[in-house]
Nanobody, 122 residues
């Protein structure tokens, strides 16, 4: 089965940029929509971005529109989350998750990675 695996987290100053990557250590991500879900200190989870299997459709939560971009390279079987102008409120664990379709609810994604910590200092 698909086993998402995130990389690229770390510590960045406010206003900085970071790129997260997602691969699968199991079956290919090809054919799956992939969502980026974050869980902040308050433990609430949000789908911040998602992309269809063929990149034809993308979704962003309002708070990241214009700052975050998700893309995928199916030849490399990799999905990316480019994050610009990061702010302290973006501090969270970021999960990559695969599902049947792009969806705004975390529970609509079937296969989850372990998550990567992103910390934005002020």
């Amino acid at each position: 089965q698909v086993q998402p695996l995130e990389s690229g987290g770390g510590l960045v100053q406010a206003g900085g940029s970071m790129r997260l990557s997602c691969i699968s250590s199991g079956r290919s991500l090809g054919g799956y929509a992939v969502g980026w879900i974050r869980q902040g200190p308050e433990k609430h989870r949000d789908v911040v971005a998602a992309i269809t299997w063929n990149s034809a459709g993308v979704y962003y939560i309002d708070s990241v529109k214009g700052r975050f971009t998700t893309s995928r390279d199916n030849a490399k079987d990799t999905v990316y989350l480019h994050m610009n102008d990061l702010q302290p409120e973006d501090t969270a664990i970021y999960y990559c998750a695969a599902g049947v379709t792009v969806a705004p609810r975390p529970e609509d994604y079937d296969y989850w990675g372990q998550g990567t910590q992103v910390t934005v200092s002020s």
